[in-house]
T-cell receptor
Framework: ELKVEQNPLFLSMQEGKNYTIYCNYSTTSDRLYWYRQDPGKSLESLFVLLSNGAVKQEGRLMASLDTKARLSTLHITAAVHDLSATYFCAVDGPLRGGADGLTFGKGTHLIIQP | ETGVTQTPRHLVMGMTNKKSLKCEQHLGHNAMYWYKQSAKKPLELMFVYNFKEQTENNSVPSRFSPECPNSSHLFLHLHTLQPEDSALYLC??????????????????FGPGTRLLVL
């Protein structure tokens, strides 16, 4: 059974600081996703990581993937209040040539204070 | 309308009621999904449809009945639900590919969700 663990689950930080969210998964997966969810809203896709060593950056967010360690990180640089949200990582199963449901972590609730 | 839409956005129902949730995607995708998000558990996959065929049922109780009449529409029919079924129900869609080179395009796009309360 595929399991996804995120930590921390709650994070309160000050603007301007850097921090990292970690995502571990239990079995081989072809893809790893990071999503953002604002309160009362749906999930917004941030990154999809496909291969070992993949790194993607968008603004103050950078995601990386180590498939050997089954670990992904989401790094926040010089945090700003607008980044306050819940961040989810998710993985899917081996390539089956079709649609794969995602297994999600519990999410990291991030609060960035002025 | 663009993206993935869901109706209704909010629903309150009694345990003896029958209701349906609707999802429509305007992205030209061929795969659609139902997920459940409750306060006490991580986001859980419920059903997967690929080219209108159900390819995954994640041990969902029979009081939830999905229907996919075409690649753009997905329904979730609800009957005799329990209070613990109260949750946010999210629909998603993606464009699956057998070609590994295109797998980055298979991101799942989520709708706004239906917040369900069962009394």
């Amino acid at each position: 059974e595929l399991k996804v663990e995120q930590n921390p689950l709650f994070l309160s930080m000050q603007e301007g600081k850097n921090y990292t969210i970690y995502c571990n998964y239990s079995t081989t997966s072809d893809r790893l996703y990071w999503y953002r969810q604002d309160p009362g809203k749906s999930l917004e896709s941030l990154f999809v990581l496909l291969s070992n060593g993949a790194v993607k950056q968008e603004g103050r967010l950078m995601a990386s993937l180590d498939t050997k360690a089954r670990l992904s990180t989401l790094h926040i640089t010089a945090a700003v209040h607008d980044l306050s949200a819940t961040y989810f990582c998710a993985v899917d199963g081996p390539l089956r040539g079709g649609a794969d449901g995602l297994t999600f972590g519990k999410g990291t609730h991030l609060i960035i204070q002025p | 309308e663009t993206g993935v839409t869901q109706t209704p956005r909010h629903l309150v129902m009694g345990m003896t009621n029958k209701k349906s949730l609707k999802c429509e995607q305007h992205l030209g995708h061929n795969a659609m999904y139902w997920y459940k998000q409750s306060a006490k558990k991580p986001l859980e996959l419920m059903f997967v449809y690929n080219f209108k065929e159900q390819t995954e049922n994640n041990s969902v109780p029979s009081r939830f009945s999905p229907e996919c009449p075409n690649s753009s529409h997905l329904f979730l029919h609800l009957h005799t639900l329990q209070p613990e079924d109260s949750a946010l129900y999210l629909c998603a869609s993606s464009q699956p590919s057998r070609d590994r080179a295109w797998r980055a395009q298979e991101t799942q796009y989520f709708g706004p969700g239906t917040r369900l309360l069962v009394l």
